[in-house]
């Protein structure tokens, strides 16, 4: 029994394939079955070398070097093989081997194996070919990978707390002295920022060499004056414990070059931009920086591709989907404000206050390589008519120039008229209740989608108050109304499962989409979905899927397990969207949302379908 069920496995996996029916019978009648429990260590790096070939049949493996760090060199899934390296060579184990799940292997003897290499050409040169390739390239790849986001030899900018790259100690002065007394410190010490500390010691403010030119050569100060008139005093740190990739990202967001380090609330370093610098010309920092200083829309032109550049990198190296995505919203979030500031350079500024806000994926921070910007303005309610007409006339014009720039800067226009053309999108925080409102209780599907995710708004650019304001009065509305309640939820409750009883996917069956199916919709969306008509009924007002699920996880309204299986599940499709969106990007394809699981590897294809 065992060897014909043997036999049919064999013959559909490579180089197996490839024998003839004896050999395969040969095999067959030598083999054996095992059994490895999840997590058991099958060989051990530096280990005794394996006496057999292990061929999957159910289950999967991890191969992994140790260092400092776990290095993961490749999972392996049914119908691969392991053991090949350390058999060949008989003296020790080159790797790790665990089980990530309960495993079945055959074990196929080494005299068996030599036999074959001898007698079947093929079968070797496969070996040699494919899985050496597989095994020492992707070593090295992935060591030389590493290297472009390594600090001297530190650690993963990715793994590595802060602390780790603070190099020497925190210069500081007093607060009461003077600037030319500032300036000589700084000298002395060869620092480019030197902190000012209050009576009790704690940071007051800090000045850099910036503030040096900016403020007292520039201006021509007098360098008697006190050095506070210079100083910066909102203060912006991190703790010690925190990843560099948590750092750089608090740099990005307040746009800063040097960041207060402290430990257990006491100062005890300063990192800077130059720190985080993941490769010439292509970091995120210095991309923002170049963001900052483009003067018109055709220099902005070539950010885009150092951003995506930029951000195939670090998924490459196996920087986790909510990491990028969070640096994709920074520098996309630059991007728009720095064309907005362009176009308002254009046609002058209004008197009148408002808010740009972007809604959606944008408003969640949670785009992808596939971006289409979504945005409108709101203002206040306190307006007259003539008050309400010129800011009206002013947005439609700021729009047209918002969207003439996008054009020139190749990038995708934003829709005009997403809740029906004779809606625009802009008008006061009543009017703007009124639209997403109406659109809830509309039957047109289209704008139902776009009134919730305007429920996931956040500002961009200019009085943050008014959005938060118009947020409020949203989500109070419909928790008074449970009819709204009910609307929220009626999508996430008819989503069709992706899986079939038996696993299988489903896919569309004809057109350009055989085969394929739209992961964001039939995958992210609904748990999306599902998760905003939670934060809205519990006035949750954080934008962020995953910090929306920690909050109702804090306030016990969704079991931790639960929630910590969804958000696994959300991270994951998220991976594999950007994954295959990247793919489609380096071979010139049409973005989109569609996956092919018959191109995923097994064990992909079983992690997305318990994701599922």
Not at 180 to 185: F, G, L
Not at 312 to 326: D, P
Not at 415 to 441: H, M, N, Q, Y
């Amino acid at each position: 029994m065992i060897t014909n069920e043997s036999i049919n496995f064999l013959r559909n996996i490579p180089p197996y394939q490839f024998l003839d029916e004896a050999t395969l019978r040969s095999i067959a009648g030598n083999l054996s079955l095992e059994f490895f429990p999840k997590n058991t260590h099958i060989l051990t790096q530096e280990g005794p070398p394996s006496l057999s070939l292990r061929v999957i049949k159910k289950g999967g493996v991890k191969i992994s070097l140790a260092n400092e760090d776990e290095m993961i060199i490749d999972y392996r899934s049914e119908g691969d093989s392991f053991g090949y390296v350390s058999l060949i060579s008989g003296d020790k184990s080159r790797a790790n081997v665990v089980a990530v799940e309960d495993t079945i292997c055959y074990q196929i003897p080494k005299d068996i194996i030599l036999e074959i290499i001898n007698t079947q050409p093929v079968f070797g040169e496969y070996f040699m070919k494919s899985f050496f390739k597989n095994y020492i390239d992707r070593t090295y790849k992935e060591m030389r990978n590493k290297n472009l986001l390594f600090k001297e030899g530190e650690k993963l900018l990715y793994t590595t707390h802060i602390e780790k790259i603070i190099s020497a100690s925190p210069i500081t002065a007093r607060s009461d002295i003077s600037i030319k007394e500032a300036a000589a410190i700084m000298s002395q010490n060869s620092i480019s920022a030197l902190i000012l500390t209050d009576g009790e010691g704690s940071p007051a403010g800090i000045i850099t060499d910036r503030d040096m030119r900016d403020k007292v050569v520039a201006e021509g100060r007098e360098l008697t004056s006190p050095a506070t008139d210079i100083m910066s005093s909102g203060l912006v740190t991190v703790d010690s414990r925190s990843t560099c990739f948590d750092a750089l990202s608090t740099m990005i967001k307040h746009n800063i070059h040097h960041l207060l380090v402290t430990k257990g609330g006491v100062l005890s370093g300063v990192v800077t931009n130059h720190d985080f610098m993941l490769m010439q010309g292509t970091s995120p920092l210095s991309i923002l920086k170049n963001i900052d200083r483009q003067k018109n829309a055709e220099e902005l032109v070539p950010i885009r591709d150092n951003i995506n550049q930029t951000l195939a990198i670090l998924l490459k190296e196996g920087v986790g989907a909510s990491h990028i995505l969070r640096i994709i919203t920074e520098l996309h979030d630059r991007l728009i404000m720095k064309i907005i500031d362009l176009s308002i350079g254009k046609i002058g500024s209004s008197h009148c206050p408002f808010a740009f806000f972007v809604y959606g994926a944008e408003g969640r921070r949670e785009e992808t390589f596939k971006t289409v910007f979504h945005c409108a303005i709101v203002y206040d309610n306190e307006k007259t008519y003539c008050e309400k007409k010129d800011i009206d006339e002013y947005c439609q014009y700021l729009i047209e120039n918002l969207q003439d720039t996008l054009g020139e800067c190749g990038l995708p226009l934003f829709e005009t008229a997403p809740l029906g053309k004779d809606v625009p999108i802009f008008g006061d925080i009543s009017e703007w209740e009124s639209k997403v409102l109406t659109a809830l209780r509309s039957r047109n599907n289209d704008f139902v989608m776009t009134a919730k995710k305007i429920l996931d708004s956040r500002a961009l650019y200019g009085n943050a108050s008014i959005v938060e304001a118009f947020r409020e009065r949203i989500y109070r509305k419909i928790r008074e109304d449970e009819t709204y309640g009910f609307q929220m939820m009626d999508d996430p409750a008819e989503h069709e499962s992706s899986v079939g009883f038996f696993k299988k996917f489903f896919v569309s069956e004809n057109g350009e989409q055989l085969k394929k199916f739209d992961m964001k919709e039939r995958g992210i969306t609904p748990i999306v979905d599902a998760v905003r008509a939670m934060s809205v009924k519990a006035d949750i007002h954080e934008t962020s899927t995953l910090e929306r699920l920690d909050i109702l996880t804090r306030e016990a309204l969704i079991p931790a397990e639960l929630s910590h299986n969804i958000k696994s599940a959300f991270k994951f499709l998220l991976h594999l969207l950007l994954q295959s969106q990247l793919i489609k990007k380096e071979s010139n394809m049409s973005i989109d949302n569609l996956i092919e699981p018959e191109k995923l590897s097994l064990l992909e294809k079983k992690t997305l379908k318990e994701a599922f």
